[in-house]
């Protein structure tokens, strides 16, 4: 046997030695179970789509309360009737009154069932999850009719807007109600206001995952590449998009802030 065989069975038997000696000393299955901290109870919804018990409720089908113009944060005037906002694009985009850092979204939307035109002409709207302007200013999930209708990958329904194409195309016919549920980790700067960590996003489309804790390059912008710029919790923000097509609609909307990683 030659040295190096030899000096190889002795670093396996030492290795083989340091493992059971490891395993011995965890002998019991008490060793390995963690009992606090304990995690906090949430009560889920008795119905798919609905609230659980810590959410925030910020569209419960009766009025727009949590919601002001984006604008100049007068009273938000898109249309509410039958449990259900229409966009109303003269008034422009509106926001939560409310600020957010880290959290989990549930929203559901709806393309008109007579929309007509094609590609990005088709119900365009988006969710800004950190809403930092009053225009389209943020970081967009793009929303659109994106069943059987072509337009480029990246701005298509589930898309994060002009980064990130959807991994697969869940949406339903025209019509017929979609949910999005997002999970929101916003970026992390510095005092310096120097980016620190970069904000991800998780996406269901009708519960399919269309985002897989996709890292952003920085805020949505229509021409050109996306860059950060300093901001705290910021409020979330719906777009009247200012395309031809029928307005789409909302319904469903609540929230649940989400601890730091």
């Known amino acids: 046997m030659t040295i190096k065989a030899i000096t190889g069975l002795a670093s396996f038997a030492v290795g083989m030695a340091l493992l059971s ?9 008490e060793d390995t179970e963690v009992w606090k901290p304990v995690p906090a109870v949430v009560t889920p919804a008795s119905a798919p789509g609905g609230a659980p018990s810590d959410a925030i409720i910020l569209f419960d089908g009766r009025n727009l309360d949590q919601w002001v113009t984006a604008a ?9 009737a039958d449990g259900v906002i229409t966009v109303d694009k003269a008034r422009g985009n509106i926001e939560t009154k409310r ?35 009053s225009r389209d200013q ?17 701005g298509q329904a589930g898309a994060v807007y002009k980064q990130h ?3 697969a195309n869940a949406n339903r016919k025209p019509g017929e109600w979609q949910t999005y549920d997002i999970i929101w980790r916003a970026p992390v700067f510095g005092s310096d206001g120097a980016l620190t960590t970069p904000a991800s996003v998780t996406v269901l489309h009708n519960g399919v995952l ?3 804790n996709a890292v952003l390059a920085g805020e949505t912008v229509y021409i050109g590449k996306p860059g950060y710029k300093a901001h ?9 998009h200012g395309d031809p097509s029928i307005p789409i609609s909302f319904r469903n909307i609540w929230v649940r802030e989400l601890a730091p990683r």
């Open 232 to 240: 705290g919790p910021s409020p979330i923000k719906l777009q009247a």
């Open 210 to 212: 269309v985002q897989d």
């Open 99 to 133: 600020a957010f850092r880290d959290y989990q979204l549930h929203l559901e939307w709806r393309i008109p069932a007579d929309i007509a035109g094609s590609g990005q002409g088709r119900g365009n709207s988006g969710v800004f999850l950190a809403s930092t302007g």
């Open 72 to 80: 100049d944060k007068s009273p938000a005037g898109w249309t509410v």
């Open 21 to 29: 000696a490891t395993a011995s000393a965890q002998t019991r299955p």
């Open 165 to 167: 194409p959807p991994l």
């Open 138 to 154: 943020g970081y967009e999930v793009q929303i659109l009719d994106s069943y059987q209708s072509a337009t480029y990958v990246n």
